[in-house]
């Protein structure tokens, strides 16, 4: 079993670096699915096909770890149907992620594809890195947010600019309620198992009320 470790939340010191953490906490929780975005491909079920990044290679170490922080579900996702999962860092709560180590370019190339841009140039970091955020723009995944560091190196993720109790929520479908699930026990940490990651998911801001432990903990055994 994998440990799981801390995300030390002072900012990094390095402004330029050659590697960061891509912490995810939706999809791309499951290697299978970043996979499309690193190397290039349709995702099974997906109606987009994501060009990948310049450099194709997977990342070197994926870890578990916990974002301070809260998940939630809004908007509706046309892949999935159903709410997205969103990240609002100045709520009081913990994600449960995967950050994955990536080359700087690989991010920013990830990062591009969730925004519906081309990957290729690359965007400057400087901002997030120094302030602790940056924004982009003002769609879904246009807020890039610097949680803190791990061994040194960034770790990075990217939301929507909007907070937690500033939209509606939305109930996510059983489809993408699975692979967050299925996402997280991939990660293979003794603390993570089915019935702690139901009660996680149940939990979230647009699943509660719509999903339950059991429902969850059913879809998952199924």
Same mark, same amino acid.
């Given at each position: 079993?994998?440990?799981?470790?801390?995300?030390?939340?002072?900012?990094?010191?390095?402004?330029?670096?050659?590697?960061?953490?891509?912490?995810?906490?939706?999809?791309?929780?499951?290697?299978?699915?970043?996979?499309?975005?690193?190397?290039?491909?349709?995702?099974?079920?997906?109606?987009?096909?994501?060009?990948?990044?310049?450099?194709?290679?997977?990342?070197?170490?994926?870890?578990?770890?916990?974002?301070?922080?809260?998940?939630?579900?809004?908007?509706?996702?046309?892949?999935?149907?159903?709410?997205?999962?969103?990240?609002?860092?100045?709520?009081?709560?913990?994600?449960?992620?995967?950050?994955?180590?990536?080359?700087?370019?690989?991010?920013?190339?990830?990062?591009?594809? @969730?925004?519906?841009? @081309?990957?290729?140039?690359?965007?400057?970091?400087?901002?997030?890195?120094?302030?602790?955020?940056?924004?982009?723009?003002?769609?879904?995944?246009?807020?890039?947010?610097?949680?803190?560091?791990?061994?040194?190196?960034?770790?990075?993720?990217?939301?929507?600019?909007?907070?937690?109790?500033?939209?509606?929520?939305?109930?996510?479908?059983?489809?993408?309620?699975?692979?967050?699930?299925?996402?997280?026990?991939?990660?293979?940490?003794?603390?993570?198992?089915? @019935?702690?990651?139901?009660?996680?998911?149940?939990?979230?801001?647009?699943?509660?009320?719509?999903?339950?432990?059991?429902?969850?903990?059913?879809?998952?055994?199924?």
């Amino acid at each position: 079993m994998k440990a799981l470790r801390s995300i030390d939340p002072a900012l990094p010191g390095d402004s330029e670096p050659e590697r960061v953490w891509y912490v995810s906490y939706g999809s791309n929780l499951h290697l299978d699915r970043l996979a499309c975005y690193i190397r290039g491909g349709r995702p099974p079920g997906a109606t987009r096909t994501y060009p990948g990044c310049g450099d194709p290679t997977m990342p070197s170490r994926s870890i578990p770890v916990e974002l301070a922080g809260v998940l939630y579900f809004a908007t509706r996702s046309p892949v999935w149907g159903g709410g997205r999962a969103f990240y609002d860092p100045r709520a009081d709560s913990q994600v449960l992620a995967r950050a994955h180590l990536v080359t700087t370019g690989q991010f920013s190339d990830i990062a591009a594809q @969730e925004m519906y841009r @081309e990957p290729g140039p690359q965007i400057d970091l400087a901002e997030v890195l120094t302030r602790g955020t940056a924004a982009l723009g003002e769609g879904r995944y246009e807020t890039l947010v610097c949680a803190g560091q791990v061994d040194g190196l960034p770790a990075l993720t990217f939301t929507a600019p909007w907070g937690v109790r500033d939209v509606p929520w939305n109930p996510p479908s059983a489809a993408y309620m699975r692979c967050l699930a299925t996402g997280l026990l991939s990660a293979d940490v003794d603390v993570w198992d089915v @019935e702690a990651v139901a009660s996680y998911l149940a939990a979230c801001p647009g699943a509660a009320g719509h999903w339950s432990e059991r429902a969850l903990t059913d879809l998952l055994q199924g």
